[in-house]
């Protein structure tokens, strides 16, 4: 990804209000070696394979137009459950899952609908408890990204459950609902490609599909989760931008920037005296970025298009396109990749986001 002006045809990173600047992709884009996949995914950086779906794409293309349209629909205020009681949508989930009524978890309040689902085997109740949720990203009034999440028992408490049972059941049910899962689980090649590189062929769980919209996509963040190897996002339709790195990077990006461009970044004085201390203070750093509430750390990160400038010209950017893959990996807190996604066009977009496991049945 290069940085550009907006007079040579550069597209702009905005989100939630802010305007980071203008990029392009970078032309020429090539399939990485096998040794440095490799090489990256040891180290925690991300790892773009340009283009690994595109033939995919032609086969899952009505299941994609036919997700677009459910996007549109819910977007536009309609019920997820009343949708998928349609009969063509009804016919994907029956005889295996049955839909359970819409509860609500009360605790999340980008939750727009969270609907509960019982596998079924001949007829008799084979598990509980496996969910759809689908959510707003945030609550800027111009951002309609929303997201489809499918999991299974307690939301707060999911790792104390542990049950690959129903992790496999709700991955299952995501491919019933979004078919177009399809194009990454049932990829030869792919599957070929990740199984030499974690050593076991993964399950991709914690599926979430993804619709950025403009304005929309997600802050920085990493998303380690025990038993989680790494994430893989698969981009379907539209055009998305990221900014990605492994933590350290990210540390010794914020401390060098800190260093020497602080002075014309925008940020109020008491806002650069704090990063200043921060900086100076390396384990209060990680705690601020650990922390929840991320404080003026979360206003460099995600509000500071000089910062957004600073890691792109470093080369730490990407612009996907559909049929790209992206993988993320998430060994460990201190050795993971962080990540900040923009949409890069005028419409919502379509994507898939599964996380790697590797199950024992
Ligand atoms: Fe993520």
């Given at each position: 990804m290069r940085w550009m002006s907006a007079a040579g045809g550069g597209l702009a990173l905005r989100r939630r209000g802010c305007l980071h600047g203008y990029v392009r992709a970078r032309r020429g884009r090539k399939m990485p070696e096998f040794k440095e996949i490799e090489r990256d995914w040891r180290s925690a950086r991300a790892i773009h394979l340009p283009g690994m779906l595109l033939a995919a794409v032609p086969g899952f293309a009505d299941a994609i137009a036919d997700a677009l349209q459910i996007m549109r629909r819910v977007r536009s205020g309609e019920s997820c459950l009343d949708i998928l009681d349609e009969p063509r949508y009804r016919q994907r989930l029956l005889p295996d899952f049955e839909m359970l009524a819409a509860v609500h978890?009360?605790?999340?309040?980008?939750?727009l609908e969270k609907i509960a689902f019982d596998a079924v085997k001949s007829g008799e109740l084979f598990a509980e408890d496996i969910w759809l949720k689908v959510s707003r990203l945030s609550f800027h009034e111009q951002d309609a990204s929303i997201r489809f999440r499918f999991s299974y028992g307690m939301e707060m408490f999911k790792a104390q459950e542990d049950d690959p049972l129903r992790e496999r059941l709700a991955a299952e049910l995501a491919e019933r609902v979004f078919p177009e899962c399809g194009i990454v689980s049932e990829h030869a090649e792919l599957t070929r490609l990740l199984h030499a590189l974690l050593g076991f062929a993964p399950a991709f769980v914690e599926r979430i599909i993804y619709s950025n919209a403009p304005e929309g996509g997600a802050q920085f963040h990493q998303d380690v989760e025990q038993g989680h190897h790494g994430v893989l996002y698969a981009q379907l339709y539209g055009r998305t931008a990221w900014l990605a790195l492994p933590r350290d990077a990210l540390l010794r990006e914020m401390t060098a920037f800190v260093r020497d461009e602080l002075a014309a970044s925008g940020l109020a004085a008491d806002e650069q005296w704090e990063l200043r201390w921060l900086c100076a203070h390396p384990e209060a750093l990680i705690a601020q970025l650990e922390a929840e509430d991320q404080g003026v750390v979360e206003r460099l990160l995600n509000q500071t298009p000089a910062f957004t400038r600073r890691l792109v010209t470093r080369g730490w950017g990407r612009v996907l396109q559909p049929g790209d893959v992206l993988l993320l990996p998430q060994h460990a807190v201190d050795a993971c990749c962080w990540h900040a996604v923009f949409c890069l066009d005028d419409e919502p977009g379509h994507a898939l986001s599964f996380a790697l496991a590797r199950l024992v049945a």
């Amino acid at each position: 990804m290069r940085w550009m002006s907006a007079a040579g045809g550069g597209l702009a990173l905005r989100r939630r209000g802010c305007l980071h600047g203008y990029v392009r992709a970078r032309r020429g884009r090539k399939m990485p070696e096998f040794k440095e996949i490799e090489r990256d995914w040891r180290s925690a950086r991300a790892i773009h394979l340009p283009g690994m779906l595109l033939a995919a794409v032609p086969g899952f293309a009505d299941a994609i137009a036919d997700a677009l349209q459910i996007m549109r629909r819910v977007r536009s205020g309609e019920s997820c459950l009343d949708i998928l009681d349609e009969p063509r949508y009804r016919q994907r989930l029956l005889p295996d899952f049955e839909m359970l009524a819409a509860v609500h978890s009360g605790h999340d309040p980008q939750e727009l609908e969270k609907i509960a689902f019982d596998a079924v085997k001949s007829g008799e109740l084979f598990a509980e408890d496996i969910w759809l949720k689908v959510s707003r990203l945030s609550f800027h009034e111009q951002d309609a990204s929303i997201r489809f999440r499918f999991s299974y028992g307690m939301e707060m408490f999911k790792a104390q459950e542990d049950d690959p049972l129903r992790e496999r059941l709700a991955a299952e049910l995501a491919e019933r609902v979004f078919p177009e899962c399809g194009i990454v689980s049932e990829h030869a090649e792919l599957t070929r490609l990740l199984h030499a590189l974690l050593g076991f062929a993964p399950a991709f769980v914690e599926r979430i599909i993804y619709s950025n919209a403009p304005e929309g996509g997600a802050q920085f963040h990493q998303d380690v989760e025990q038993g989680h190897h790494g994430v893989l996002y698969a981009q379907l339709y539209g055009r998305t931008a990221w900014l990605a790195l492994p933590r350290d990077a990210l540390l010794r990006e914020m401390t060098a920037f800190v260093r020497d461009e602080l002075a014309a970044s925008g940020l109020a004085a008491d806002e650069q005296w704090e990063l200043r201390w921060l900086c100076a203070h390396p384990e209060a750093l990680i705690a601020q970025l650990e922390a929840e509430d991320q404080g003026v750390v979360e206003r460099l990160l995600n509000q500071t298009p000089a910062f957004t400038r600073r890691l792109v010209t470093r080369g730490w950017g990407r612009v996907l396109q559909p049929g790209d893959v992206l993988l993320l990996p998430q060994h460990a807190v201190d050795a993971c990749c962080w990540h900040a996604v923009f949409c890069l066009d005028d419409e919502p977009g379509h994507a898939l986001s599964f996380a790697l496991a590797r199950l024992v049945a």
